[in-house]
């Protein structure tokens, strides 16, 4: 029988703890926010449906993305015991440039609309924490702007290959007078990828304003106020468009093109050269053999072919096969610094990152942005130093076993 007796005050006064209250609301709520989940619920709540599902969501049935992130789930890390962890570097370079950490903020149309603050809070975060930073097509922050913004961050350029080849070659000398360091070839959207949740939506950029959104207003007054209050939303590098994603898409890209095409680019741009959705290893090989500096394993995310290849899968065969060309990247599904740890075991040089940052873009703007790197490289460091490795160096495959592909 346990015997029991009264606390004293003196016994209870060391266990009080009274934290300050914190006025700030935007700080408060992202100190809250543990993980890129966290931040990715606080971004549900407060944006609008429509754009929250334009960059939460991904094409068909959505399962490229469940896949892809499954298998980040799945995969088993091999640590090693006993070594010096204290300090940990993990920097690495990423096309000869240094970079803090190995991953990079991928290029993501449209970032002014899941938040007011848009292209330049991102960049100025990529400035500050000195990883690279891709501009898409599709942005709605202007070339120069962007560079304004941030002057000293390593800045690529996203280009999709248009019917009109002369306004592609315009982007491309803008970027190159702004700059830019690299060019960043997207080759995964001959077409448009069957985005449903837009579709459902009614998706339109801008928003339009129908009975629909203006209920939303009353729910969402903040991102409202902010979007009709600043600069209208409008494409940098394209004229406006009065419809769906989809439908500018398939206006504007070309899927006539081909390996010929990747060659005049490479002609036409002297700086560093990516080439983004790679999905298996003989196009790895071509883009190479043309002269690509980098690949990225890609699949954009899940909003293009459903049912593709997952791209963490292919990393190993793929660096096998080009790995001492050229570098190469992976994307698709990341939500942790562990998986980002997990790719550069298997050998990619670096991780671009995409719905990561735009669930903090919307959960608190550009220090939203700095929440989801502080995880992020939270988690990596802290993941390194489990698994016994005191930088990027002395990471390999044996650290990593992933499961067999099952479906
Ligand atoms: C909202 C959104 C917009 C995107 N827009 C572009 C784009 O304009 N150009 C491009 O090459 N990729 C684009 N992507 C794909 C990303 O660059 C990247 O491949 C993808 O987001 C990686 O997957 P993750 O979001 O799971 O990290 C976009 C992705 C999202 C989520």
């Known amino acids: 029988m346990t015997e029991r007796r009264l606390p004293r005050w003196s016994e209870l006064r060391p266990l009080v703890r009274t934290r300050g209250l914190e006025l700030d609301a935007t700080k408060r709520r992202l100190d809250r926010a543990l993980t890129i989940a966290d931040l990715r619920m606080i971004a549900k709540r407060r944006t609008p449906r429509a754009p929250f599902d334009y960059t939460d969501g991904a094409a068909e049935s959505e399962v490229t993305l469940r896949r892809a992130r499954s298998l980040y789930n799945r995969l088993q890390f091999n640590p090693s015991i006993l070594r010096d962890v204290s300090h940990v570097d993990p920097s690495t370079t990423i096309l000869g440039r240094p970079s803090a950490y190995p991953f990079a903020f991928a290029p993501t149309g449209f970032t002014r609309m899941m938040q007011h603050e848009g292209e330049q809070a991102v960049v100025r975060v ?59 070839l997207t080759v995964d959207v001959p077409v448009a990828g069957a985005r449903l949740r837009d579709v459902r939506n009614g998706m339109t950029i801008p928003p339009s304003l129908t009975p629909k959104t203006i209920l939303d207003m009353g729910m969402h007054p903040a991102w409202w106020m902010n979007l009709l209050t600043t600069e209208p939303l409008t494409f940098a590098s394209l004229s406006d468009w009065p419809g769906t994603v989809a439908e500018l898409i398939n206006h504007m890209f070309d899927p006539t093109v081909t390996f010929d095409d990747l060659a005049w680019m490479r002609e036409a741009w002297p700086g560093s050269l990516v080439v983004k959705g790679i999905q298996n290893v003989d196009d790895a090989r071509k883009v190479v053999d043309l002269g690509a500096d980098a690949i990225v394993l890609s699949n954009h995310g899940g909003r293009q072919l459903d049912r593709a290849p997952i791209p963490l899968a292919m990393v190993p065969e793929v660096v096998d096969a080009v790995g001492d ?83």
């Open 126 to 184: 990529a400035e500050r924490t000195g990883i690279p930073y891709a501009l898409s097509t599709m942005g709605t922050t202007s070339i120069e702007d962007v560079a304004a913004a941030a002057p000293n961050a390593d800045k690529w350029f996203q280009l999709y290959i248009w019917t009109d080849r002369a306004a592609g070659k315009d982007l491309l000398d803008r970027s190159m007078a702004a700059g830019y360091t690299t060019l960043v």
């Open 325 to 407: 060309r050229a570098e190469v990247y992976v994307d698709t599904g990341v939500m942790t610094g562990a998986d980002i740890v997990a790719a550069c075991a298997l050998g990619a040089r670096a991780v671009l990152i995409g719905r990561a940052y735009l669930y903090g873009l919307m959960a608190g703007g550009e220090r939203g942005v700095q929440r989801a790197v502080e995880i992020l490289a939270g988690e990596l460091t802290r993941t390194l130093q489990l698994l016994g490795v005191r930088d990027l160096g002395e990471l390999n495959r044996s650290h990593v076993t992933l499961p067999a592909v099952t479906f």
